[in-house]
């Protein structure tokens, strides 16, 4: 039977044509009378695609190579003590995707045979220990899912806004499922001393990376990962492994770890003292400020993600996070902060992850100042720029947890503002 004398099948085709009129000038999807991607058949349809080993590792469609991490060449003078940014503006969901993450290294990456590599706990233990890879992966492990933020994230922004797209001013995170074995049972495999009161960590990288963290800390809820996103973490990440630091500044997750030492206090490396410390107005600098303050940001639409499609319905999606624990609620504002609407939170809402939001709305063409406001569930909630200059003076660069503004004008371009 040839399908045009199909009444079911035609009546179907008349319903859905005043269907597509019907949401014609909506969210889209109008019917186009005569379109040859609907009447003619594509290659990719006419011909065999290639056979399952074509790609032994995967990756993604060659539609989608635009989606990398980028860095700002003139924000160091080197790649190997150098950034680069998460393009959290072509992401979704809370996952990021392992080639995506952002990465921060100090001298570079260090390559790493796992089988050569040993980790090492020393200082006031009961007994010194050296661990294989393959000791390591007969403790019980564990999995779980954080993000890592960078303390210098939004860091060029603390002075007013800089950087044109999310990727750059907040693309310093990351987060992903982490497997590995809790540092608290390495800890008591070597059996603190009762003056321990400090760990310091070290990699085995070129800048051998080291900080000094709480002993509560370490006990609570770090870990030792060797798994991320479900397989072995990746080189640039701290291949064969990395400390996992809940909710604290990235610069504490040490890659590459090779030593855990205990102390009875901390070991002031260039890391906590010239470094990741924030000069206030008064010349004195606040130090150990380790957890990562509640924060958001709108990754869609925004300067790299304008609106292309006019007026009519608008998906506004973001990011919220907290080093505290989970986030209550987020705020979305269109109009510079007058008015506020509770956004939508979608997906899991775990301790110190990413949370994902959406704020659906019909634009009306006209211009925009978005933002979004964070509430942990702790009660705090995220500052204005002002609010956060008003109480640490401008000569920061890290911590800058302050709410961020794109200026939509009426052709869907977007800026990086600041509001006074
Ligand atoms: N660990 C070592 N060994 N060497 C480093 O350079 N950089 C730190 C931290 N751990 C670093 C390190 C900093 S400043 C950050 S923000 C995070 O790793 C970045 O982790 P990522 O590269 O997985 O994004
Ligand atoms: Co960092």
Known sequence: MKSDTNPTRRSFLRAGLAGGAAIAGGAGGAFAAGDPLITEIQDWNRYLGEGVDARPYGSPSQFEAHVVRKNVPWLTSDAVSSVNFTPLHELDGIVTPSGLCFERHHGGIAEIDPAQHRLMINGMVEKALVFTMADLKRFPRENKLYFLECAANSGMEWRGAQLNGCQYTHGMIHCVMYTGVPLRTILEEAGVKPEGKWLLAEGADASAMTRSIPLEKAMEDCMVAFGMNG???????????????????????????????????????????????????????????????????????????????????LVISGLAWSGNGRIKRVDVTTDGGRNWHTARIDGPALPKALHRFYYEFDWD????????????????????????????????????????????????????????
């Open 231 to 313: 397989e072995a973490l990746r080189p640039e990440q701290g291949y064969p492994i990395r400390l996992v630091v809940p909710g604290w500044e990235g610069n504490m997750w040490v890659k590459w770890l090779r030593r855990l030492e205990i102390g009875d206090e901390p070991w002031h490396q260039r890391e906590e003292t010239s470094k990741y410390t924030d000069l206030l107005p008064n010349g004195k600098a606040r130090r150990f400020t380790y957890v990562m303050d509640v924060k958001s940001v709108i990754t869609n639409p925004s300067p790299q993600a304008p609106i292309t499609h006019g007026k009519g319905p």
């Open 365 to 420: 063409g006209s211009e925009l100042f978005l933002q979004s406001r964070a509430i942990d569930e702790d009660g705090f909630v995220q500052p204005t720029k002002d609010e956060l200059r008003s109480v640490r003076g401008s000569n920061s660069i890290y911590h800058n947890n302050g709410i961020q503004t794109w200026y939509v004008n009426k052709d869907g371009g977007i800026e990086n503002v600041e509001i006074f």
